[in-house]
């Protein structure tokens, strides 16, 4: 599978989002990644559909909605219709997982499922036939700018392993604390989606530098 790259906007400059975005699309990112937080899931307050559509007037890259919320079940519709084109909901903290996730295949986005790095991957064993995508964190959500999780690349083998032998086109996307030191390992491990924030958006020579360093990180 080609890599994805999914910047996220929670490191860009807010004032500036618009040239954020567009800087990052020029550079040649894949999709754009909007975390959504409502302070109750995860200790932080973020965006809402008001920003998915907004993202979706600036850019014709795929939105890559990952919703840090309680009670998904009620907002899935609201953000796909805002715009997202990716949606993943986290196994934590959501009795009914399964049918959220069916609700989501059923709205014509790509389906995701969201562990956290607490979170044992045969947890998910259930559910990921239901899945385009599985998202592992790679640090505790709520947060950019946390230092990865060393451990991730564990996981992402436990996860490609579990993934082959029961749906073997799903992807895996790892978020947190990726940077041009772990992103070719993690890939090699079996990630093929990649979301980055600090890296990209707060690197020193800027966004479209960021990219670059990740890509060729790659080679």
Not at 115 to 144: C, F, I
Not at 160 to 186: F, H, M, Q, W
Not at 190 to 208: N, R
């Given at each position: 599978?080609?890599?994805?790259?999914?910047?996220?906007?929670?490191?860009?400059?807010?004032?500036?989002?618009g040239?954020?975005?567009?800087?990052?699309?020029?550079?040649?990112?894949?999709?754009?990644?909007?975390?959504?937080?409502?302070?109750?899931?995860?200790?932080?307050?973020?965006?809402?559909?008001?920003?998915?559509?907004?993202?979706?007037?600036?850019?014709?890259?795929?939105?890559?909605?990952?919703?840090?919320?309680?009670?998904?079940?009620?907002?899935?519709?609201?953000?796909?219709?805002?715009?997202?084109?990716?949606l993943?909901?986290?196994?934590?903290?959501?009795?009914?997982?399964?049918?959220?996730?069916?609700?989501?295949?059923?709205?014509?986005?790509?389906?995701g499922?969201?562990?956290?790095?607490?979170?044992?991957?045969?947890?998910?064993?259930?559910?990921?036939?239901?899945?385009?995508?599985?998202?592992?964190?790679?640090?505790?959500?709520?947060?950019?700018?946390?230092?990865?999780?060393?451990?991730?690349?564990?996981?992402?083998?436990?996860?490609?392993?579990?993934?082959?032998?029961?749906?073997?086109?799903?992807?895996?996307?790892?978020?947190?604390?990726?940077?041009?030191?772990?992103?070719?390992?993690?890939?090699?491990?079996?990630?093929?989606?990649?979301?980055?924030?600090?890296?990209?958006?707060?690197?020193?020579?800027?966004?479209?530098?960021?990219?670059?360093?990740?890509?060729?990180?790659?080679?």
């Amino acid at each position: 599978m080609s890599v994805i790259l999914s910047p996220s906007i929670l490191s860009a400059d807010f004032s500036r989002l618009g040239e954020e975005i567009r800087t990052v699309e020029k550079a040649g990112v894949d999709w754009i990644h909007i975390d959504v937080m409502d302070g109750h899931f995860v200790p932080n307050m973020t965006m809402g559909p008001f920003i998915v559509e907004t993202c979706k007037r600036i850019t014709s890259l795929p939105l890559d909605v990952h919703l840090m919320i309680d009670n998904a079940d009620k907002f899935v519709e609201i953000f796909a219709r805002a715009g997202a084109g990716c949606l993943s909901v986290h196994l934590e903290g959501n009795p009914n997982i399964h049918r959220t996730l069916q609700v989501v295949r059923s709205l014509g986005v790509k389906t995701g499922l969201v562990l956290n790095p607490g979170t044992p991957v045969e947890a998910s064993s259930a559910v990921v036939h239901l899945v385009d995508y599985v998202l592992l964190m790679s640090v505790n959500p709520g947060y950019s700018g946390q230092s990865f999780q060393p451990e991730t690349v564990k996981r992402v083998k436990q996860m490609r392993s579990l993934l082959d032998s029961i749906n073997p086109n799903a992807s895996i996307e790892v978020d947190g604390g990726v940077t041009a030191d772990n992103i070719k390992e993690l890939n090699e491990a079996g990630a093929d989606i990649f979301v980055a924030a600090t890296s990209i958006f707060k690197h020193p020579l800027g966004a479209m530098e960021g990219v670059r360093a990740l890509r060729k990180a790659l080679d």
